[in-house]
Each structure stands twice: as structure tokens, then as C-alpha cells.
């Protein structure tokens, strides 16, 4: 049976970040991917495109990660808008009323994973087990026992999940998760748009659908459509051409004729919130821990900052000759993480909720909401510093 300190679970960006941030402590650590490493090192287009946080883009340099990836790819957030239904009226954020020089930065979440996958090439003491999965977890008091689909057993001082939202190796251990079905699925595409985006997100609450325009280089834009499941597929049946006079439609012509410029992808809209974030020797980060809906943008920022989180306290335990897999550490991660995610996942699914009826109190409830919180200007500049992490 193989030894190593740390068992990661799962190649996504969580767990490549959190395999980077153990970088030069002296642990062994063994990354688990059911993919094959040429897939983790080419990763393929996938629509998604990260708003990423002012603190978020502080942790990736410190990885290394942000410095891999090309800058040309990268599109500054100059401004944003939240607008509800037919109304005028938009709740708006500029980087110059919140005197920076950008709200934040989107850029595409496969150059992230190749970025990251780049960073952990030479690392000592990492060993990549691709191919394969985990189908066992025992715990142990000074490790727990790993068996993998192809047979192999390793023991790890500690083992982290960062299995995706629907993680096996939670279920496994016993750990239960609140899961909310939107019963709606996101459309993500990049479009070429006829008139300037000025570097500014929409945020679109329509009657019957949601939309999200996000501004990339060279005058594109990701869309992001979320609908019923049999409206996406017939969205996805259209020819480019009828597809691309479709989403014109929606986005009521704003900037003029949009045209399709990628590939189209589907994802099913599920939040998840694990009922614990830690166990015997077990941890979990990433959206195996926490899965948003995408409507705050902070998926992503809130797996890296889980990563990041244990990372140092994993390294701080190191400092002190403590032990990786102690509950006493174990749960001081959770605490932390639990307390910067909750009020974060609470708030995004009641925005969901509210934005997401169409009766008639509930939209003078949303417009009501939206000029409440534009004339607070305190309220305001709150969400505007959320947005961005500045201090984070």
C-alpha cells in the first residue's frame, strides 16, 4: 500500500489550486482524476467564461497561475448593470465610482485550468493517478484507506474532495448535501457583437428568462441564457444564423446583431451545500463543498478562496509540528469557510427566488429591491466591495 500525506480528489481548478498552494512544504500529495492527463493538460473550450475578484486574482498570482495565461485573453470589468423586466431603471456599479481601475477580470475558465495545470508540472512530491477513480474511503486514526476503480489502495493523512458539486467521495463519507434543482438549464456561448460593450456586464432579469452578458477582447460576449430545459434544447436545435437572430431578440437588439463565434454548452442549474465540510482526516473544497448558482458570479472565486483557506492552514499546521489531519484544524477551515459562504449562498438563492417570479407582486417586489438598493448608498457600495473582494 502506497503512503502519502495529502489524497486530492478531483483535477478541476480547486483541486489543482490547492495542490499548487502546497507547493515546497514537504508533503507528498496524490492528485486522483477519472480523466486522462491529456485531457487536464489541453482542456477544451467549455463557454464558461470567470468573473474573477480582485482577491481571487491576488491568490492566482501568488500560485503562479495567473502569470500562465495569456493576457490578451483576459477582459477587464469596467462596469455592471442589474435590470429587471421592461423597466428603465438599472441598479449600476462603474470601477470609477469605486475608484479602481477595474471591477474585476473575466477571462475563460479553461485557459484557468490549463494555467493551473502548467503550475503543478515539476512540482516535488506530486504524483498524478489519472484514469481512474476513487470507490473507497476507510477511516483510519493516523490515515484513511483509499481504493481505487483499478484496484490500488493508498493511505493518506488526509483526503480532500474536490469532486464536483455532485461529489461521490462525500457520499461515501457519510456527508449529506442541501440541494436546490433550479429546474432550469444555462446556455453559455461567445457572440460577436455589432456595437461596443464598453467593458460592461448585464445581469437581465426577464419575465421568463434570465440573461447575462459578459464583455470579452475583440468586442465578443459570453451570453449566458438560463430557461426551461425544452426551450434550451430548442435553442440548441437552431443553425447558427436563426440562433444568432434569436439572442439578438432577447438582448432587445442593445448591440446590435450578435452572431454565433463558439461552440454551445448546457449546464443543469443545481445549488449544493454540503451539510459539513470536513470529516475524519477528510476535507472537502471546491464545489464538491459548495455548488452556486451562477447568477453572482462567485462559483468559482468561492472554491478558490476554499483551496486557498486550507492550504495555509494545512501549512500553518506544518510550521507548528501539528498533525495535517486534525479535527481540531479540520475544523477551524470549516468555520472559516463556513462563514464566508453561508451568507453568500443564502442571499444568491433568494435573488434567485424573487427574480424568478413573474406574479405580479413579486415584480413590484423586484423593482422595488432594485431602487431601494440604488439609493442606499452605503448598501450599494457593499455589494460593489462584495463584487469585488478588493480587501479580501
Given amino acids: ?15 489543482l489550486c490547492l495542490t499548487r498552494g502546497l507547493a515546497d512544504s514537504g508533503l507528498s500529495v496524490a492528485l486522483v482524476e477519472q480523466q486522462p492527463a491529456s485531457a487536464l493538460a489541453v482542456p477544451g473550450f467549455d463557454g464558461r467564461e470567470i468573473a474573477l475578484t480582485h482577491s481571487s486574482r491576488r491568490i492566482l498570482q501568488s500560485l503562479g497561475i495567473w502569470q500562465r495565461i495569456d493576457a490578451a485573453a483576459v477582459s477587464p470589468l469596467r462596469s455592471a ?5 421592461t423597466s428603465p431603471f438599472a441598479l449600476g456599479f462603474s470601477a470609477e465610482r469605486e475608484q479602481v481601475e477595474e471591477l474585476g477580470w473575466l477571462l475563460p475558465n479553461h485557459l484557468i485550468r490549463r494555467a493551473a495545470w502548467e503550475a503543478i508540472q515539476g512540482q516535488p512530491g506530486v504524483e498524478l493517478i489519472d484514469g481512474t477513480s476513487v470507490t473507497a474511503i476507510v477511516p483510519g486514526s493516523d490515515a484513511n484507506t483509499v481504493t ?3 484496484g490500488r489502495q493508498l493511505a493518506a493523512r488526509l483526503v480532500v474532495a474536490a469532486d464536483s458539486r455532485f461529489s ?3 457520499r461515501m463519507m457519510g456527508i449529506g448535501a442541501q440541494m436546490r434543482d433550479f429546474g432550469k438549464s444555462m446556455l453559455v456561448c461567445r457572440l460577436q457583437c455589432e456595437r461596443p460593450h464598453h467593458h460592461e456586464a448585464w445581469e437581465w432579469f426577464g419575465y421568463e428568462r434570465t440573461l447575462a452578458m459578459l464583455p470579452l477582447p475583440e468586442n465578443q460576449a459570453s451570453a449566458v441564457i438560463t430557461l426551461p430545459p425544452a426551450k434550451i434544447q430548442a435553442l440548441m436545435a437552431m443553425d447558427e444564423a436563426q440562433f444568432g437572430q434569436a439572442v439578438t431578440g432577447f438582448f ?3 448591440l446590435g446583431q450578435m452572431q454565433l463565434c463558439s461552440t454551445r454548452h448546457v449546464y443543469p442549474l443545481v445549488g449544493v451545500y454540503a451539510r459539513r465540510f470536513v470529516g475524519p482526516r477528510y476535507a472537502l473544497v471546491g464545489d464538491a463543498a459548495v455548488g452556486m448558482h451562477p447568477v453572482t458570479a462567485h462559483g468559482f472565486n468561492l472554491g478558490l478562496h476554499s483551496a486557498h483557506r486550507l492550504a495555509q492552514q494545512l501549512q500553518r499546521a ?6 495535517i489531519g486534525a479535527a481540531r484544524l479540520l475544523e477551524a477551515y470549516e468555520r472559516g469557510h463556513r462563514l464566508a459562504s453561508r451568507p453568500l449562498y443564502e442571499a444568491t438563492n433568494a435573488i434567485v427566488t424573487l427574480y424568478n417570479d413573474s406574479r405580479r407582486p413579486a415584480r413590484l417586489l423586484r423593482g ?3 431602487r431601494a438598493a440604488h439609493g442606499m448608498v452605503p448598501f450599494r457600495k457593499l455589494i460593489a466591495a462584495h463584487l469585488t473582494q478588493r480587501g479580501s
Fill in 1 to 15: 500500500m502506497q503512503n502519502v500525506d495529502v489524497l486530492v480528489v478531483g483535477a478541476g481548478p480547486a483541486g
Fill in 81 to 85: 448593470r442589474v435590470m429587471n423586466g
Fill in 148 to 150: 481505487l476503480a483499478d
Fill in 168 to 170: 461521490a467521495t462525500r
Fill in 252 to 254: 432587445e437588439q442593445r
Fill in 318 to 323: 506544518l510550521a507548528s509540528g501539528g498533525d
Fill in 368 to 370: 422595488a429591491a432594485l
